[in-house]
């Protein structure tokens, strides 16, 4: 079965930082691509960091360029996403889904969302 799972939510205040880990199996991960996205309350669902295969380009929205870094670890099967000086309104549910091929900012591209972990920055 495929499965991404998403952990390393918590609670942080402004200015502080986590790391997200997505864990898969069950998929040729080394020619996936990987997106976190993110969910805050009444708010669509919107693209944040994207990564591809190894020697692609990752990408990062505007609001977190500068502040978060997305990375895979092939041989662990696992993506990344360092979140730093983070601020409240980067408080989210954060999912990790996967598409198969090239990169896109389109979530509904993506399948396998999995439950998401919550991050919740004070101010």
């Known amino acids: 079965d495929v499965q991404l799972q998403a952990s390393g939510g918590g609670q942080v205040q402004s200015g502080g930082s986590l790391r997200l880990s997505c864990a898969a199996s069950?998929?040729?991960?080394?020619?996936?691509?990987i997106g976190w996205f993110r969910q805050a309350p009444g708010k669509e669902r919107e693209g944040v960091s994207i990564?591809?295969?190894?020697?692609?380009?990752?990408y990062h929205a505007d609001s977190v360029k500068g502040r978060f870094i997305i990375s895979r670890d092939d041989a662990k099967k696992t993506v990344y996403l360092q979140m730093n000086s983070l601020k409240p309104e980067d408080t989210a549910v954060y999912y990790c889904?996967?598409?198969?091929?090239?990169?896109?900012?389109?979530?509904?591209?993506?399948?396998?969302w999995g439950q998401g972990t919550l991050v919740t920055v004070s101010s």
């Open positions: 889904p996967r598409k198969v091929g090239q990169p896109s900012c389109r979530r509904q591209l993506y399948s396998y």
């Open positions: 069950g998929f040729d991960f080394v020619g996936s691509t």
């Open positions: 990564i591809s295969r190894v020697g692609g380009v990752p």
